[in-house]
């Protein structure tokens, strides 16, 4: 059965204090709640995981990355390779957002490397995919997903498949305050399984876990989540305040 998971995305924010502040408030929440069959994530700036690592070892959330560069090690100033993010016990990998997408021009080639490089050394990709808000208008968002997946994801085996979480954020959606609705979720989650579907087969498809992003909130999580095909959420704005983060895991 696949796994339900709530990820929280942090992007460029919080202090060293206020992230280990907030840490902590969500850790001793998540010791209260029983989570079956479901994964908490918790994706803080590259600066900060030593410090959430640390933390998750005693509690009830795994600790995820926004970016690596594809490489082991070398001559690449200022990067980030994911043997040293192994070491620190990140088991998840934020890649393909559209905001690096955008302003650092990272293309379905280049995230691809990423993607290998990050199942070399077992680290899961959280793979996102998503239509701009023209390209819905166009009636291409199908399209324009089926791409970003084929060109990024569908060069891997099926045992190498098997460790991706995809998350489909619709790139109109995030930070506006205007999600998709419960249908388009429904609509472009259901189309994505299929596609996998038809790729490595129908085990593997309802195997994948498909997140849903874009002003996803305490608020109308509940919703998005009873859809068929939405097995959780990555959570940006929205995760960067226990209490509202806690609300959305409860709605799992
Ligand atoms: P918001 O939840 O702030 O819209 O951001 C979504 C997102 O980009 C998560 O990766």
């Not at 090690?73 to 890649?95: N, Q």
């Not at 089926?146 to 994801?153: D, W």
């Not at 619709?170 to 429904?186: R, Y």
Request: some cysteine; overall charge negative.
């Amino acid at each position: 059965m696949r796994k339900k998971i709530v990820a929280g995305n942090w992007k460029m924010n919080k202090t060293f204090s206020e992230a280990e502040d907030l840490i902590t408030e969500i850790a001793d929440a998540l010791d209260e709640m029983e989570l079956v069959n479901t994964e908490v994530v918790l994706c803080p700036p590259t600066l900060y995981i030593e410090m959430a690592s640390d933390v998750a070892e005693e509690a009830n959330f795994k600790v995820g990355a926004q970016n690596i560069y594809p490489a082991d090690a070398g001559a690449f100033t200022g990067e980030i390779s994911p043997v040293m993010l192994k070491e620190l016990k990140v088991e998840y990998c934020i890649i393909g957002h559209s905001e690096r997408r955008k302003y650092f021009n990272e293309s379905n080639e280049f995230l691809m490397a990423k993607v290998d490089s990050l199942l070399k050394h077992g680290i899961r990709p959280i793979f996102c995919c998503g239509e701009l808000l023209p390209e819905r208008e166009a009636g291409q968002h199908f399209a324009v997903v089926k791409k970003q997946l084929e060109e990024s994801l569908f060069h891997l085996t099926a045992a190498a498949f098997g460790m991706v979480v995809i998350a489909y954020e619709p790139v109109w959606a995030i930070g506006t305050g205007v999600t998709a609705s419960n249908e388009q979720a429904q609509e472009m989650h259901g189309y994505i399984r299929q596609l996998v579907a038809e790729k490595y087969g129908a085990k593997t498809a309802e195997n994948t876990s498909i997140l849903y992003g874009g002003s996803c909130n305490g608020k109308n999580a509940m919703e998005l989540f009873a859809q068929t095909d939405v097995d959780g959420g990555l959570i940006g704005g929205a995760s960067l305040k226990a209490e509202e983060f806690i609300q959305i895991v409860s709605s799992l």
